[in-house]
């Protein structure tokens, strides 16, 4: 007869930004007989996953579970919609292409035999097409919440939400007072261990705080974990130092730009409240090239150091975000994949003690994850322009494995724990003006297959246009609640 | 683009049985074009025809051919099937039902078997399959195709159990309508290139030649090409799964109701099946040789079947295992020259499927093959075999059978090390290891791993947070929806029969 584990008394998490706010929530929600205290640390500035206000998908559909309501951060927190990425410049000069969110399923909504023909959405050449309808949305300034509803011309728009990161923590701090976790203030001066691996309380000012589980939410210097016994971290690649200017101003765009520039790659993150211009810089740019790269001299720069914890759950010690896996922000890749961290951990949460078993497979599957969008990311510097600016890169196998397939077939394989579809990279690395190839089946499709599903396409779009309003009257229709 | 690669590559199917014309078959109707297919069989020659059930993904492929799915199921005789009943697997006297389907539904992100571990442990749960939709249709004989929203009505997924001898035939007939070649003939040798090792052509007993630029290995068991001309090892997993026989036999349906699932019953040195067609029942004995010897098989399988015998028990051999590189050089196999998992979950012509399936996704453009396409092929026969071959040595191992000396052998046998670790999160956590790629999902190893008996010691604590009262009357409710849902659908036969369309000229 099978038992329940006991619960977990309390659970600390160790940084107050807006991943350790929404990861105390997220656990005062799953364990409401527990309690939670979450414990303020100084900043990082390196903590780029929440100093950017940016998600993707993913995280809309966990703010969603977890009562952190699209419409409030609409009203309270500054959001808009990014339903596209556009590249320019990483295939060569004046090259462009647009990367669309989209036919983003859930794959825990399917049953393993609704996959038809043994693997539905691995294959980039038959699966639905990327939600596309996007770029004609974003082109023409135009937005319509997509309702679910398959059958409407939205059904394969998926968008990525940006906010004002102070507004935005506050919405978390006023939820997470609300839903009862606690705050605790001292600084950490140490930590008692508890014998195996892992810890058994905080001190707090010389304070201990016991708890069963440990949440370390404090950035890249990964202030918990890096403390314990088993910590190992694996460097990825070149360290790169990142020009960040912030400009004032309403820019409601539905579009966000990634531009290769001579000074590096320039990512632009529009918002209500102003634009957020980060630049990466290559290795000879200089600082007048950086300047006018950013327009503007840069209000801050920083030096980043890729890598990951090579198992970011320790003992009793579970790291989220930049703390477990410390990336560059382009694609805003980050934030999800704390987010998807998080929601990795809701699903293996531990009872009061820990199964080594279940650790291990949190670490098994949370390194997938990282080391998939640090594949996403190097996919970046594949492109051409991008090698001849930062020099040619060593890639991951699964990364060869996909640029390969990509280059001569279009194909883009399936990986466990992707950040996001096949097609969804195929269309991105498509956008960053990586070479495509065809397969023997695309070709096989011939003229008029294309032109069909050409003309549904332009269809759908129109349908599209015709159902959503312009993007300023939205907002404005949901500003007046 | 070089002239050498805009041609259309020609390939050369070995073998007309079901894997060969699948074969032919998709590759005519989806690389129009791209290549010819030309397929050489012999009539002297047999086929296994194994497979009589079938897996949902076979709905996709006919579809994708665009086949008629009423005149494929009229073709074959088919019946739908909802899932595999297992009986005495566990433990002699226990059944259940693994379904194409899910149990029930997460709460807060908790999955469903958390609450009726729970539940169970209370005394306050049913079966777990009174749970889904799948199972409850199943055992209720009732049948209706999945509602295509997501309601409790879309929760299952449905194949086909259908003759097996029947079914390459019917792709035969299609695959030549469509523009396969056939050639009779028999091969007598394989050419080779002396430089490159590629299989240039086939040498037939009359003298005739066939030559082409890409040859599919689907001579069954004999693998002519890959394993006779190429001698691409073999990787032997009978040692984890030792059935190497089946006794099947035929006979006659005993009532009205047709049962829409398979039955799969263990059996003292293995399990036999019972298969429900439109037309007659079909009964096989799969057993080990080493604890059975096929006379006793022949006995067993023939006091089993319950109606009148329409033919005498035929033994199948079989092993096993699979070749370490199904794509050898211009050699691809699929079928049975590429692999066998014995027939427990009915994957047979899934295999055959997802390898053409592979192939057709990664075909050469032109007639040179790019070794990088070939290692990808590879890399994704070996995931689904290896997914698959883990799945099926569960249902022997998780047991608590000590009535023979088989039963003693895999319940006592050391298992993958893939498997072992999954079974060691599960016994510990109820936890699965996940993966998203390949055949068998959670819903899948939690049907047999509950349904034999294999409790977790300890789930996960937030299934014990709710009162008990309130989680006890959410079941109740989803029993009475999956009741509900199931009262509201035709029996299994009468479905059948509304359509003329998909009934065979002389059904039972």
Redesign the interface.
């Known amino acids: 007869?099978?038992?329940?584990?006991?619960?977990?008394r309390r659970v600390a998490v160790v940084g107050d930004g807006p991943l350790g706010l929404l990861a105390a929530c997220a656990l005062r929600?799953?364990?409401?007989?527990s309690e939670v205290t979450v414990v303020a640390t100084a900043p990082d500035p390196l903590a780029l996953a929440e100093r950017i206000g940016s998600g993707l998908g993913f995280t809309n559909r966990l703010h969603d579970?977890l009562g952190v309501e699209e419409d409030l951060l609409i009203r309270h927190a500054g959001a808009s919609h990014r339903l596209v990425m556009r590249y320019a410049g990483w295939g060569g000069a004046g090259q462009q292409g647009c990367a669309p969110y989209g036919a983003a399923i859930d794959?825990?909504?399917r049953?393993?035999?609704?996959r038809?023909?043994?693997?539905g959405p691995?294959?980039a050449?038959t699966g639905a097409p990327v939600g596309s309808v996007g770029e004609a949305l974003a082109d023409d300034g135009r937005f319509l919440r997509p309702d679910g509803r398959a059958d409407s011309p939205l059904a394969d728009v998926d968008y990525g939400l940006r906010w004002n990161v102070p507004a935005y923590r506050d919405l978390l701090l006023a939820l997470a007072q609300r839903l009862g976790v606690r705050q605790a203030s001292g600084a950490v001066s140490g930590i008692r261990p508890d014998g195996q691996g892992g810890v058994a309380a905080l001190l707090l000012a010389g304070e201990p705080l016991a708890a069963d589980l440990f949440l370390d939410c404090t950035g890249p210097q990964a202030a918990l974990l890096a403390q314990l016994p088993g910590y190992a971290r694996i460097d990825r690649g070149d360290a790169l130092r990142l020009a960040v200017r912030q400009e004032p101003g309403v820019r409601v765009t539905l579009a966000d730009r990634a531009v290769l520039t001579p000074a590096g790659w320039l990512q632009e993150l529009a918002g209500r409240d102003g634009m957020l211009s980060l630049l990466g810089r290559a290795p000879a740019a200089g600082e007048a090239e950086l300047v006018a790269a950013l327009g503007g001299e840069p209000q801050g720069e920083l030096t980043l150091k890729p890598g990951r914890a090579a198992e970011s759950w320790l003992g009793n010690v579970v790291a989220l975000g930049d703390a477990a896996a410390h990336g560059e922000p382009l694609g805003f890749f980050q934030l999800d994949l704390a987010h998807r961290q998080l929601?990795l951990l809701?699903?293996?949460?531990p009872?009061?003690s820990v199964?080594p078993?279940?650790r291990?497979?949190f670490n098994?599957?949370a390194a997938l994850m990282a080391d998939r969008v640090a594949d996403v990311i190097a996919g970046h510097y594949a492109a051409p322009a991008a090698q001849a600016l930062f020099g040619a890169r060593e890639v991951s196998p699964e990364l060869a494995?996909a640029l390969?397939?990509f280059a001569?077939?279009g194909?883009v394989?399936?990986f466990?724990e992707m950040p996001f579809l096949p097609q969804e990279w195929a269309a991105q690395l498509q956008a960053l003006g990586l070479p495509q190839g065809?397969?023997?089946?695309a070709?096989?499709e011939?003229d008029e297959a294309g032109r069909q599903m050409a003309e549904r396409h332009a269809r759908q779009c129109e349908a599209a246009l015709r159902a959503a309003p312009p993007y300023p009257a939205w907002l404005q229709q949901v500003l007046q609640g | 683009m070089s002239e050498q690669s805009d041609r259309a590559?020609r390939v050369v199917v070995l073998g007309g049985g079901t894997a060969g014309w699948m074969s032919a078959a998709a590759i005519a109707r989806?690389?129009?074009?791209?290549?010819t297919v030309e397929l050489v069989e012999s009539e002297d020659i047999g086929i296994v025809g194994v497979g009589e059930a079938t897996?949902?993904?076979i709905?996709?492929?006919v579809?994708?051919l665009g086949i008629d799915e009423a005149a494929f199921m009229k073709a074959t005789h088919a019946t739908y099937k909802l899932g595999i009943d297992f009986r005495d697997f566990g433990r002699i006297g226990e059944s259940y039902v693994h379904p194409?389907?899910?149990f029930g539904e997460?709460v807060?992100?908790v999955p469903f078997h958390h609450y009726w571990?729970?539940m169970?442990?209370q005394g306050l749960a049913g079966p777990l399959g009174a749970y889904s939709l799948g199972v409850s249709a199943a055992l209720a004989r009732r049948f209706r195709p999945p509602a295509a929203d997501?309601s409790l009505g879309s929760?299952?997924?449905y194949a086909y159990q259908f003759d097996a001898t029947l079914f390459g035939p019917f792709m035969r007939e299609f695959g030549l309508s469509i523009g396969v070649r056939r050639t009779e003939g028999r091969v007598v040798e394989v050419r080779r290139d002396p430089a490159s090792g590629d299989v240039t052509r086939l040498l037939l007993a009359d003298g005739r030649e066939v030559a082409g630029d890409l040859f599919i290995d689907c001579s069954g068991f004999r693998a002519l090409l890959i394993g006779g001309a190429l001698e691409e090892e073999w990787e032997d997993w009978s040692h984890w799964l030792p059935v190497d026989r089946a006794a099947a036999m035929p006979c006659a349906h005993v009532e009205k109701e047709i049962e829409p699932y398979t039955r799969a019953i263990a059996m003292p040195a293995g399990w036999r099946w019972r298969i429900p067609l439109q037309h007659r029942i079909g009964n096989g004995y799969v057993f080990a040789s080493a604890f059975l010897s096929e006379d006793e098989a022949c006995e067993t399988i023939r006091a089993a079947a319950e109606g009148a015998v329409l033919a005498e028990p035929r033994v199948l051999r079989f092993r096993s295992g699979r070749r370490r590189k199904s794509w050898n050089r211009n050699v691809v196999a699929v079928g049975l020259a590429s692999g066998f998992l014995e027939p427990l979950e009915s994957t047979s012509i899934?295999l055959a499927?997802?390898a053409v399936?592979y192939l057709?996704?990664?075909?050469?453009?032109g007639a040179t093959i790019?070794p990088?396409?070939r290692a990808?092929f590879n890399r994704l026969v070996d995931m689904e075999y290896d997914r698959i071959r883990d799945f099926l040595i569960l249902h022997y191992h998780a047991t608590t059978r000590s009535d023979s000396e088989f039963w003693n052998h895999v319940r006592t046998m050391q298992v993958p090390g893939s498997l072992q670790?999954k079974l060691?999160?599960w016994r510990?956590?109820?936890?699965l290891?996940?993966?998203?790629?390949g055949?068998?999902?959670?819903?899948?190893w939690i049907a047999v791993l509950i349904g034999q008996g294999k409790?977790?010691?300890?789930?996960?604590?937030?299934?014990?947070?709710a009162p008990a009262r309130q989680v006890a009357a959410a079941l109740e409710e989803l029993q009475a929806a999956v009741q509900a849902e199931v009262a509201s659908m035709p029996s299994h036969r009468d479905y059948l029969m509304r359509s003329a369309a998909r009934l065979a000229e002389h059904p039972a």
């Open positions: 007869m099978s038992q329940p584990r006991a619960l977990p929600q799953a364990l409401p007989l579970r794959p825990r909504l049953t393993a035999f609704a038809e023909w043994g693997g691995r294959n050449a929601e809701l699903e293996l949460l009872g009061r199964d078993r279940e291990a497979e098994r599957r494995l390969d397939q001569r077939r194909r394989p399936f466990e065809l397969g023997a089946l070709r096989a011939g | 590559v989806l690389l129009p074009g791209q290549a897996l949902p993904h709905r996709g492929f579809e994708r194409f389907g899910s997460e807060a992100g571990l729970e169970q442990r997501s929760t299952y997924g899934y499927q997802m399936t057709v996704e990664l075909f050469p453009s790019d990088r396409d990808e670790g060691e999160l510990e956590c109820g936890r290891e996940k993966y998203s790629d055949l068998f999902y959670d819903a899948s409790l977790p010691r300890r789930h996960d604590a937030r299934a014990a947070m």
